[in-house]
T-cell receptor, first 115, second 114 residues
């Protein structure tokens, strides 16, 4: 069964520094996708980045990159040059082909960027 | 496209009343998800549909909860009777086919049952 684990309930980072948010997953399906979403205090869910299980390279989107280690089943989000506006809740999610494209989320990590 | 549209944005109701939450997915998306978000339980998947067919409703907490998707452009989540512990933010999300498409979320419905 698919499972997503985020072990960091909360994290602090100094403005302009990089931060890594951890995500591990469990699946027996060779075909899956991994997503990261940001939820600011206003409540909306904002898509950040996607990594497919067959992608050879780590995904990058601006200041966001995904450190995908398939053998370890981890998909950590790296935010470079943190900004105050990065303070938010961050969710890792997974979608499997075998489970008819069910999309499940981890418990989230609350990131606070300090000035 | 206006994105995923949920209504109402806020709902306050008395315990025992019926509550209906509505969702209009993005046109062309064939998967629709209902999630519930609380501080204690995070973002829980309640039910999802592919091509208007319910695929997995194992996350629906009790028989008091029901969901329908009568056509590709509309879905409802109904709670009858509502209880205070149902208070949460309910999100609807839609996705296109395949693994590589992102989920688009509605703004959510904040439900308060008093």
């Amino acid at each position: 069964a698919q499972k997503i684990t985020q072990t960091q309930p909360g994290m602090f980072v100094q403005e302009k520094e990089a931060v890594t948010l951890d995500c591990t997953y469990d699946t027996s399906d060779p075909s899956y996708g991994l997503f990261w979403y940001k939820q600011p205090s206003s409540g909306e869910m904002i898509f950040l980045i996607y990594q497919g299980s067959y992608d050879q390279q780590n995904a990058t989107e601006g200041r966001y990159s995904l450190n995908f280690q398939k053998a370890r089943k981890s998909a950590n989000l790296v935010i470079s040059a943190s900004q105050l506006g990065d303070s938010a809740m961050y969710f890792c999610a997974m979608r499997e082909e075998d489970s008819s494209y069910k999309l499940i989320f981890g418990s989230g990590t609350r990131l606070l960027v300090r000035p | 496209d206006a994105g995923v549209i949920q209504s109402p944005r806020h709902e306050v109701t008395e315990m025992g009343q019926e509550v209906t939450l509505r969702c209009k997915p993005i046109s062309g998306h064939n998967s629709l998800f209902w999630y519930r978000q609380t501080m204690m339980r995070g973002l829980e998947l309640l039910i999802y549909f592919n091509n208007n067919v319910p695929i997995d409703d194992s996350g629906m907490p009790e028989d008091r909860f029901s969901a329908k998707m009568p056509n590709a452009s509309f879905s409802t989540l109904k709670i009858q009777p509502s209880e205070p512990r149902d208070s949460a933010v309910y999100f609807c999300a839609s996705m296109g086919q395949g693994l590589g498409t992102e989920a688009f979320f509605g703004q959510g419905t904040r439900l308060t049952v008093v």
